[in-house]
């Protein structure tokens, strides 16, 4: 079990950082214009700085993850 770093919606996709710095990116059901803040530009400066390795998913999943939880990888 992993646990949950950081989490990131953007809109169109979601960044979900583990502690072992992986990043798991996954797109939403829909995709919302969002404009993005100065905060969620520094979580994604954060993130990728953080990351380490990149898993790339083409379907949601792990909708309601947030930082803290558990996550069986």
């Known amino acids: 079990m ?5 989490c990131l919606d953007t809109g169109c996709t979601k960044y979900i950082l ?3 710095g992986r990043t798991i990116t996954t797109p939403n059901d829909v995709c ?5 803040t100065d ?3 520094q979580d994604y ?3 990728v700085r953080a990351t380490r390795e ?3 998913v ?5 909708k309601d993850a947030k930082a803290g939880d558990e996550v069986p990888l």
């Open 2 to 6: 992993v646990k949950i770093k950081q």
């Open 45 to 47: 400066a954060d993130i």
């Open 18 to 20: 583990l502690e072992d």
């Open 39 to 41: 905060k969620d530009r």
């Open 32 to 36: 919302t214009g969002k404009i993005w």
């Open 58 to 62: 083409n379907k949601p999943v792990m």
């Open 54 to 56: 990149t898993i790339m």
